[in-house]
């Protein structure tokens, strides 16, 4: 049994469900295992992985993450369960909003199934990381594939009879309505702040350097995402730097490198920084604590004076309003009451 129902999958990459080493253990190893992620050869990484670095990260990591969680749990699962409720609101009844995750709970394997249980069978996948990387936006594909079909592992297939119609929502690093919303929280934060910054520091997740060698977009789009809201900001070129941060691993990755920037800029004499993490759509460790917390600590002691944290957009009005036309416009060829009656501006 089908019904006329669009379900949507907000897809994030993943967190622990407790801030414990317990917790990290399985999370850090199912997030280590994906081959998306870390692509070693797999019989020496799970040798290490297993001996090494599961005995060693999780404690570290669970240390890390109790600085960060709150009373509701996991910032980057309340955000986010904040982003689809919002979603939900805006799209009504002819929309089933979902959280589904590559690693921990709630999987991308639940929500799809749940979905399915329900009757829905057109199901659009919407990756929350408007900068395509293979190690991110390429995972949720894989996982999101995976669910449909009944895909258990290489080896075995569960003959899974109804497949659901899958869409996936592209890269959107140069959406104007996500530029729009990120350009309108950076100004409404700097006011609250009442300080100009002497730089605004443009800061997303790093991954190797010879992806990009191989092909992946990632340091294209978020190089344009940085200079189209620097434009929508009007910031002159001195006024504001692009770096890349959560480097693993001894390889190089995308420079320059976001720890190292902030000392540089605090050593040049810059004295007040702002920091916006446009990759990151809800906040999380990489922006609450390696920002927040260890990114602060840096800039300080090479004698910066202050630091702001502008937050990520997370339930942001004008972000899920945004968000809430894309996923129209992504689903404008399936028919839903609820797009009847919108002008084909609407879609773009």
Not at 15 to 44: C, E, G, I
Not at 90 to 116: C, F, H, K, N, W
Not at 178 to 202: C, F, H, K, N
Request: aromatic share 10%; charged share 20%.
């Amino acid at each position: 049994m089908t019904n006329s129902v669009i379900g949507v999958v907000v897809a994030q990459l993943g967190t622990p469900a407790a801030p414990t080493a317990r917790a990290l253990r399985p999370y850090l190893k199912q997030f280590l295992s994906d081959m998306r992620v870390v692509d070693y050869n797999p019989l020496v990484w799970q040798l290490l992985l297993n001996a090494v670095i599961l005995n060693t990260r999780p404690r570290r990591s669970a240390r890390l993450y109790r600085r960060i969680w709150t009373a509701e749990g996991s910032p980057l699962l309340v955000n986010t369960r904040k982003q689809a409720d919002g979603l939900q609101a805006r799209l009504g009844s002819d929309y089933r909003i979902v959280v589904g995750m590559t690693y921990g709970e709630p999987s991308i394997t639940a929500a799809v199934r749940g979905l399915q249980a329900e009757g829905i069978d057109r199901i659009l996948i919407l990756p929350m990381f408007p900068q395509y990387s293979s190690s991110t936006s390429a995972s949720v594909y894989d996982a999101a594939y995976t669910a449909a079909a009944g895909r258990r592992c290489p080896l075995f297939h569960e003959h899974k009879r109804h497949v659901p119609t899958l869409r996936f929502v592209g890269p959107y690093y140069d959406y104007p309505g996500y530029i729009a919303a990120l350009a309108a929280s950076v100004r409404e934060d700097l006011a609250a702040w009442g300080q100009t910054p002497d730089m605004l520091v443009m800061t997303f997740h790093g991954n190797p350097a010879r992806y990009t060698r191989d092909g992946d977009p990632y340091r294209t789009h978020c190089e344009t995402t940085a200079r189209l809201l620097a434009d929508a900001l009007e910031l002159p070129s001195t006024e504001w730097t692009v770096s890349f941060q959560s480097r693993f691993g001894p390889e190089e990755w995308l420079q320059p490198y976001t720890d190292e920037t902030l000392v540089r800029l605090a050593q040049a004499g810059v004295r007040r920084v702002a920091v916006v993490c446009p990759g990151f759509t809800a906040d999380c460790l990489e922006t609450l604590d390696e920002i927040g917390n260890e990114g602060v600590h840096a800039f300080m002691a090479a004698g910066g004076s202050a630091l702001r944290l502008i937050p990520c957009l997370n339930d942001y009005p004008l972000w899920l309003d945004a968000l809430a036309t894309l996923v129209q416009r992504e689903t404008a060829s399936w028919y839903s009451p609820c797009l009847a009656h919108l002008p084909a501006a609407a879609y773009h």
